[in-house]
């Protein structure tokens, strides 16, 4: 045997599987440059004449790409960064079907990976919604957790808006869901909520902000208004922001609350910031008579005193305790009125702590939940319980002989 002939056959093999191992790399032959996208920033849907559904999308361009906006096919403007928006719609049978048409208007491949609020007209959230949802749902173009909002008038009026603050209204309007003043719903959420054993909805409601005088009219914002009630996948009310707040603290979804309210102790206002707040459901059914126990429990600041009382008092403070107890419980009641006594909408999730508690009563009487729904009894128990005072425990700038004393 030769020297060194096993090492080079071994040398041989190793190349040769080395170049068998190169063809199992495709590289980047299905690659997606950015310069080959129409990028969805936010998606809009409004009724359309013959039972037909209007998609709008907002495109975003990036600064020295693209061009202008043409005047038929929507409208747009520059971001405050010098990158671009623009509209571009389309009609169709169904989504589905208007995204193929609009498709058919772009030199770029629809890409839906920054797509993250999805806007329904009220017209078409009146008619049902159901059927969009189930494409969004099917592609894996839209994304799940994307915002859900319905506009007072036209989606597409509201993405053609140019907020000041933003790059553009869909970026204004995520961050809106995201501070959490209002109900944060995605599509995954509601898809959720429409097959639920209340299969009832409720989702934020947006109007645009008036523009400033003697300003473009579409220089201005869209801003969280309320919330829409809706019954299976239809709109069939409205709840304004004060009750929509109470909502929230049925549905355990405060994340950033102020509580402002009059003491018997003294004149003026005292407000708190809710640091901490749970809500726990307790179902109870007894013979033919059903309810449920709201229990809250929250960790409060004092965020501003405008009285004359010091906080510094522990009697003080128990009955302010109290009193924000009785505040928060109004605030419910308030929520509790027009979806469950007029609107027969379970948008609490009472049906599903009802189903979670008594699981096999639950089947027997689930398709008679629409007519019970109303009848069922809601007590609510809260505690607030004040963490800090904070180092002024008077109005800071109330001279010493205004304090009321202990």
Known sequence: MVPGAGWKGLRL?????????????????????VNDLAIIMAAGLDKAEGRLVKLSVQLFVPRGGGGQDSGGS???????TGGQTILRSATGYTLADAMTKLQEKLSRRIFWGHGEVFVFGEALAREGIRENID????DPGPRERAEMFICKGRAQDILTLLPPLERSSAESLREMAKSQTGLKVTVKDFAEMLVSDAGAAALPWIEALPAQPGSDPKRTDAYINGSVILKKDRMVGFIDDRVTRGLLWLRDEVEAATVTLAPKEGKGHISFKILNSQTKLLPLIEGDRWSVTVRIQTEDDVLQNTTN??????????????????????????ALVHPQKELHAD?????????????QLWKKEKHRWEERFPQVEVRIESRARIVRTGMATVQASRPKNEVKPK
């Open 347 to 359: 948008i609490f999730n009472f049906a599903e702590a009802f189903h979670r508690r008594y699981p």
């Open 74 to 80: 929507g409208g747009g403007g520059k971001t405050p």
């Open 309 to 334: 009382i010091n906080l510094v008092d522990p009697k003080v403070t128990e009955s302010l305790e109290k009193q924000l107890s009785a505040e928060i419980e109004k605030r419910i009641h308030v």
């Open 135 to 138: 494409f969004m749902m099917r």
């Open 13 to 33: 093999v190793m190349t040769a599987s080395a170049a068998l191992l190169l063809l199992l790399l495709p590289g980047c032959w299905d690659r997606k440059e």
